[in-house]
């Protein structure tokens, strides 16, 4: 038995993509930059999640960043990361016909499948790419005995 794909998930995620167009455009107009470059699509972090046995690795695209605009933390088990750079060109009385590099700002928060040691997660970046090693936590062997009161 083969499983056809649904033909309608390419179209919503078409009408997505022109959502998010229409709404930048929108803002363009608004601030007066009509000739602001209109993305295809809206930038996001492409991750990887690799589980091994003791840790979790993840490996985060984050091209255009330098490491003192990447910040990373754990905190409840949930990884976050986030990234802003900001284009100064050092020219505040040019008129632009476009303007492509200005601010960025990227975030992405991932809930983490077990316990973590937040205090040991260290971080890495080469060329773009992040990756961050994060050590699971030990389980607990033995539960805490609760003392029941009242009658």
Do not use: C
Request: proline share 5%.
């Amino acid at each position: 038995m083969t499983t056809r794909s649904n033909p309608f998930d390419a179209l919503e995620r078409m009408f997505d993509r022109m959502s998010d167009q229409f709404e930048e455009a929108a803002r363009s107009w608004e601030t007066g930059e009509q000739f602001e470059f209109l993305p295809m699509r809206a930038e996001s972090m492409a991750t990887d999640i690799v589980d091994h046995d003791d840790e979790f690795v993840v490996t985060v695209d984050v091209p255009g960043f330098a490491r003192d605009e990447v910040e990373v933390r754990v905190a409840d088990d949930v990884l976050y990361v986030e990234a802003e750079h900001e284009e100064d060109t050092g020219v505040e009385e040019e008129q632009f016909i476009r303007r492509e590099r200005s601010h960025r700002m990227l975030s992405r928060s991932i809930v983490l499948p077990e316990h973590v040691q937040p205090d040991d997660v260290s971080a890495t970046m080469k060329h773009g790419v992040l990756t961050i090693t994060i050590p699971k936590a030990e389980p607990i062997e033995e539960g805490k005995a609760i003392e029941i009161e009242g009658e």
